[in-house]
């Protein structure tokens, strides 16, 4: 099977996303907020803190951070506690927690929609909440599906029903440059080119090294996409507003 032919339900090609769209500051209460979207996957993030004092095990020299996500329905299960704790590595990677020592920020990540990719779009929608609550960041995460159909084609962002029948599929999560992405990144904090590296890779199921990488390739040129749409989303500043990709 040739890699462009893979026939997808909603009629993408292989390396096509589904519509993105963002929303920040939407909860008035919330220090940074974001609703992310890919198709009908939908995560509202939320950030609060940094508050005084870390939890019992954490450096009180550094900042802390907690993830709370809950699902649509139902209790928390196994899998969204690997969740929490994936998403807690990946923004502790980015955040500068040098900044503010001895505090607690607290992300709460609610489902209001899963259709695949869930992971990814939790991350890239707790990226803008924690933009939107202007922490400090190193470099902003940008994460992506990419899914090996068992015709061994690769397939970016796929939906619940694709997830079902592919073979595996591997979480990626990019750093971006923080000075195309964040209006103000001190340029001081840039340790290096960082475009290059990964910060976060999960897979699932049996994926043959080769296919790997060509995920990985894949998956940064999506991302480079998402950063586009992740940078004039913070372009446009305006309270409540709902930047969606053409």
């Known amino acids: 099977m040739g890699a462009m032919t893979v026939d997808r339900a909603d009629g993408r090609s292989v390396n096509q996303l589904r519509p993105l769209a963002c ?3 939407i909860l008035h209460r919330a220090h940074g ?11 509202l993030a939320a950030v609060y803190g940094p508050k005084a004092g870390t939890k019992k095990g954490e450096n ?3 900042a802390s951070i907690e993830v709370i996500w809950k699902p649509k329905t139902g ?3 196994k899998l969204e506690k690997e969740y929490e704790m994936i998403l ?11 900044i503010h020592p001895n505090t607690t920020t607290s992300i709460i990540v609610q489902v209001f929609g899963d259709d695949g990719a869930l992971l990814p779009c939790a991350i890239n929608a707790s990226c803008a909440a924690l933009v ?3 922490i400090p960041l190193k470099h902003l995460a940008v994460a992506i599906c990419c899914g090996l159909t068992e015709g061994g084609s690769a397939i970016l962002d796929p939906t619940k029903a694709e997830e079902q029948k592919i073979q595996a ?5 990019f750093p971006n440059s923080p000075l195309s992405i964040l209006p103000s990144a001190p340029s001081a904090e840039v340790d290096g080119p960082i475009e290059n590296g990964i910060i976060t890779s999960v897979t699932h199921g049996v994926m043959p090294v080769v296919d790997y990488f060509n995920c990985l390739e894949r998956g940064r040129a999506a991302c480079a996409k998402i950063s586009e749409f992740h940078r004039r989303s913070f372009e446009s500043q305006v309270p409540g507003d709902l930047t969606k990709a053409t």
């Open 132 to 134: 939107d609550a202007g």
């Open 169 to 173: 599929f591997a979480y990626l999560v």
């Open 75 to 77: 209790q928390i299960g």
């Open 60 to 62: 009180p020299e550094k």
């Open 88 to 98: 807690k590595r990946t923004l502790q990677s980015i955040c500068l927690m040098t």
């Open 23 to 25: 929303s920040r500051n």
């Open 33 to 43: 907020s974001a609703r992310w979207s890919q198709g009908d996957t939908i995560v």
